[in-house]
Structure formats: C-alpha cells, structure tokens
C-alpha cells in the first residue's frame, strides 16, 4: 500500500502463497502474536465504560439515580479499606493515592454532573460515567502540566471503578447477538480487563497503543491467539460489530474486507489453525533434537490457566510466572496467606511441579496505585522498578518472599526457585541474599515450615551482562530477559515508535553479548534459561541453540511449534548456523540469512514466525 499525501493507494502483493489486498480498510501495527483470525469486533471501551445511548424512561430515573448513589457507596467503601490496607502493609505516603481517589468521588461537581445528565437528559449513569470521562480527557488533553495530566488517570480509575460496581461485567452482554467469535480491539488491554475476558471465545486481540512486550501481547502469546498492536487510529475506524481480519504474522489488520480479500484470508486462517492442531500432537513427545540432545522447554506465565496449558503444550516447566499479574488484578494488596494459596496453585498445576517464580516486577508499563502509581519519571524503563522498588518497601517485599518459601515447603516433590528482576550490581545480590535469609529466619522462629529454594537472577542490565562472570557466585541459576536487555543495550525504549525499530534481538551487539552471558555461565557450570521472546520466536530460538542455550523459557502456545523445529535441526547444524552469522555486521544481513535458513529446515513453520 502507497500513500500519495493524504490518499491510499490500494494495491496488490503477494507473500508466498497468500494474497493480501491493501484497501481504505487496512490499517498497520506491530505483529505480536502470529496466525491469521477473522471474527466480529468487539471494542473493549463498550465492556468497561458503557457508552449506552438508551433513554431512560421517567419511571426509571429514581432507580437510576439509587444505582449510582449503591455504586457511589460501595466505591468509597473500597477506597476507605485500601486505604487502611495500604498504609498497613506499605506506607502513609503510598496509600494517599487512595485519599485522592476519595476526594474525587466525593467532588460535589463531579457527583452533580453525573446526578444531573440522568435527571435532565436521561442517560443511564454508565453512559454517564462515559460522557464525563470523556470531557475530562478533552480538559486535561490541552495542558503540558504533568502533575495534571496525572489527575486523569485518578479520575479514570475511579469511573472504572464505579462502572465495575454498577454492571459488574464478566462478558460482554451482547455477545450472544454477534455473529461469531470476537476479535477484541482495545486503545490497550490492562490486566484486569484480560480477567473479565477469560470467559470469552477471543479469536484475536488489536490494539492501538502498545508494542510486542504490552499486556495484550503477552496476554495474546498466552493464549495462542494472533494479535497486533500499534494501530494508529485504530479507535476512530473500527466500530463493535465490524467484520475484521488480524494478521499476527506481518501486523496488518483489515476492517470489513470485501469477500474477495475475505476467502484469501480465510484459507491462511484454515492453514494456521492446521498447523497448530498437527503440532499440538506432539505434546507427549520429548523435546530433542535431530542428534538427540534433549532440551528443556518451558513456560513463561501470568497465572494457573496459564499453568494448565503449559502443561496441555507439552512444556517440562515454567520457567517464568510473572507474579505481577496477581497484584495487577488484585482489587487491594495481596496479604501472604493470599500469595501463599496462589503460589501453592501455581506450583500445582505447573509441569512437574517445577516453576521458576520471579518476584514483583512493578514499574515501566506495570503500575499499581499503591507503589508508584503517582510517580512521573521521564523514562520509566529505566528509573524505580523491579528490584529497586522492592528495596524502597523492604517489609512488603519481604512478604513475598516468605510466601514463596512457604508454598515451596509445602510442596516438598516441586522444584520451586525464586528470581529476582533488574538486578545490576554484586551489592544488590549481597542484599537480597542478606533479605532471604532473615526471611527464612523469621518463619522459622514463628515454627512455620521452611525449604531452601534455590535464587536467581534476571539478567536485563547492561550492566550485569558485564560482570557475569563475578555475579556467578551469588546466584544457583541465570534467566535471560531478552526483552528488555535489547531495549537497554540499544538505548531504545521499546514502546516509542520513533526507536522501536532499533530493538532488534537478531542485532549482531545483542547476539555477542548473549553469547559471551552464555559462555560464562557454562564456563561456571550454571545453569542458563533464556526466558525473553527469543525463545519462542524459530530464527532467535535457532541462535540461542547454537549459541549453547538448553533451558527456553515461552509463552505456552509456542512450545509445540520450537519442540518441532528442535526434532528437525542438529547441535551441529546450530553451531554452525550461528558461526555463521557472527561474521555479519548488520542485523538485516542476520534477519535475512536466518529467514533462508528457516525456510529450508522448517518451511512449514514460517506462518508462526513473526518478524522482528
């Protein structure tokens, strides 16, 4: 597709068998989840804050008006509790959030706005709730104040809140009128929507914000379902109801397409859901490779669904659940007992009971009221989160900690081990070592059972990939997040589109520093898992494998697809892949020998290799 000024140019092209036609429908983002979906849209704004335009009648204003004041009360109800909650277990300063949030439900001009376009307009208070919403955001849309532009985020949480008390949605009530499954679209998918989706037949995600690390990409690699993010405008073109096509692989989506576009895309959908039953067969078979080298291939995780299919992929483990998801889901601050009874699930439903449990990793795009949601930095990514904010609330944390070591004494046939996100320096590692051992401590003077579980580190830093080799001694294990470590060692935030383009993991920097990581660590005989989405993607998963890699940590729904390109591919024929490549200079000369390579070993596996 060619735009001349403000006009597309529709045009025809072809990649491989599949035919794409590029019309005024198409719209372009990132590929984030790969596979072709066609199914009925389902704006995710119209689950959480119904727009309703339904009148209401005058016998039906008093009932109307008494929904909102029950919402209004159960609201403040909430915040009063989180409050208390809050300052308990983290800090005055951290539940303020919580005050302000009151302030703001008990603002006469907001309540009276709210109360008046029911009386005098008779809309319902959820298409109420929207209206103010969106004159708000209008309001704070004209100021370069930071701190104001802050506000709206208070006053968006606390209309969400009040519309959850108000409809209490777990599915989207016309569901049952839509002609077939959804395709959600969404300006970005947040944690607790993906919950009251869990019940939905999702076909596919599209969002307009967001990048191949956002919530809906990893909420859709979870799942196995094709998503894009990063369409612009997408919000303003697609409507509920729309007929829509998402394509996974290239990042393209087509709104209503003509019937001739339709069949095309309707063959490449019936390809990939073929592929994927054929390689979900083997989820019985070990993962070998063709010389007979066993791999281990494991699971990155949000939460016991998650863990399930793990299992139901063929994974031997998990090797990363992200515990942030309990407390971004979580409708206050998850006490021990409740992490202790989560963990104990997870570890249950885990593959072989073994399971790789990071702690919290807060911050960047993942926020919480209660730690730092008020904060404004410049770059998120890179200022307090992860490990640094755990070290800001050392008693919080703490309670993480002995939940873990007590739901891994509890389940003495597991094989349980706790990871710590961003670490950078030696004298973070003494610290944290110095926190686990005074939790183990205190369980048990208190009588409570206790096991060792081994500690590990995230290696993301720069910094750390540098002095691996003296940070060797501190830690029994080393999992690479690749996502962030590309971001960081090219300086590029991810999520800005103006540098996402440099966040290459087929880069030549980031392939010599993975392997001089990988190096060390076999020269120390530690053990490596590789947990970013190079592991699940077939080109990156090839290099890791030459590279010396045996420990992949994916998403679930990719275990069935490198499980085959691991029975197909020799130790031998891996090294010499990657030696290969070492000798190239850019990465689009890497992108293009390593495309090549996988269409002569697994050809078949193309339509689930998204591109970089």
């Known amino acids: 597709m060619r735009a001349r000024g403000n006009a597309w140019q529709p045009c025809r092209w072809f990649v491989t068998d599949q035919v794409h036609w590029y019309s005024f429908t198409m719209r372009k983002g990132i590929a984030v989840s790969p ?104 309001l704070f849309s004209k100021t370069a104040d930071a701190y104001l532009k802050e506000r709206l985020n208070d006053v968006r949480d606390v209309v969400i809140r009040l519309s959850g008390h108000m409809t209490q949605v777990q599915k989207p009530a016309s569901q049952g009128v839509l002609e077939g499954p959804l395709i959600v679209v969404a300006d970005e998918l947040l944690p607790s929507q993906a919950v009251a989706l869990g019940e939905i037949e999702v076909k596919g995600i599209v969002t307009q914000g967001g990048s191949q690390t956002s919530h809906a990409a990893i909420i859709a690699r979870s799942r196995g379902i094709p998503a894009v993010s990063g369409v612009k405008r997408l919000m303003r073109v697609v409507k509920t109801g729309d007929k829509i096509v998402v394509d996974g692989r290239t990042g393209h989506v087509e709104i209503n397409p003509n019937p001739e576009t339709l069949a095309a895309f309707r063959k490449v959908e019936r390809e990939f859901f073929h592929l994927k039953d054929e390689l979900a067969e083997n989820r019985d078979l070990p ?21 399930n299919a793990a299992g139901a992929m063929g994974g031997s483990g998990v090797g990363l659940y992200r515990t942030e998801y309990l407390y971004l889901t979580h409708s206050d601050v998850p006490d021990e007992q409740e992490q202790y009874d989560t963990y104990r699930q997870i570890i249950a439903a885990s593959p072989n009971r073994t399971v790789s449990i990071r702690t919290l990793d807060i911050g960047g795009d993942k926020t919480v009221p209660y730690l730092g949601h008020n904060h404004q930095e410049a770059n998120p990514f890179m200022g307090w989160r992860s490990i640094r904010l755990s070290f800001e609330h050392p008693e919080f944390f703490n309670t993480q900690i002995r939940a873990i070591i007590r739901a891994a004494a509890d389940c003495p046939e597991s094989n349980v081990r706790i990871m ?193």
């Open 35 to 138: 596979g072709v979906a066609i199914g009925t849209a389902y704006v995710i704004h119209e689950i959480f804050v119904n727009p309703d335009t339904k009148r209401l009648e005058d016998s039906e204003v008093t009932a109307e008006l008494a929904r909102y004041e029950t919402a209004r009360d159960r609201s403040a109800a909430d915040l009063r509790a989180l409050e208390r909650k809050v300052e308990a277990q983290v800090g005055h300063d951290e539940a303020a959030i919580f005050a302000v949030h009151q302030s703001i439900l008990r603002d006469a001009a907001f309540t009276n706005k709210i109360r008046g376009w029911i009386v005098d307009e008779r809309l319902t208070a959820g298409a109420a709730l929207h209206r103010l919403l969106g004159e708000y955001t209008e």
């Open 287 to 307: 993962a070998v490779t063709a010389d007979g080298v066993g791999l281990h291939l494991q699971a990155n995780i949000n939460g016991v669904p998650d863990a």
């Open 420 to 612: 710590f996100p961003m670490v950078t320096t030696i004298e973070e590692l003494r610290r944290l070592r110095g926190m686990v051992r005074r939790c183990y401590k205190s369980l048990m003077e208190q009588g409570k059972p206790t096991a060792r579980v081994p500690m590990g580190m995230m290696l993301e830093v720069p910094a750390a990939a540098i002095m691996i080799s003296s940070m060797l001694d501190l830690v029994d294990f080393v999992s690479i997040g690749s996502n962030d470590l590309v971001q960081y060692l090219m300086a590029a935030d991810r999520d800005n589109p103006k540098v996402s383009h440099l966040c290459q993991p087929m880069s030549p920097a980031v392939l010599h520093v993975l392997h001089n990581v990988i190096q060390a660590c076999d020269h120390a005989n530690t053990q490596v898992t590789v947990c970013g989405e190079m592991a699940g993607q077939p080109r990156t998963f090839l290099l890791l494998l030459g590279m010396g890699v045996r420990f992949f940590s994916m998403s679930p729904a990719f275990i069935p697809s490198i499980k085959r390109l691991a029975s197909q591919v020799s130790i031998a024929q891996a090294e010499h892949i990657f030696q290969s490549v070492l000798k190239f200079k850019t990465t689009s000369q890497v992108k293009r020998q390593m495309a090549e390579l996988l269409e002569d070993i697994a050809p078949e596996l193309a339509l689930l290799d998204t591109p970089s």
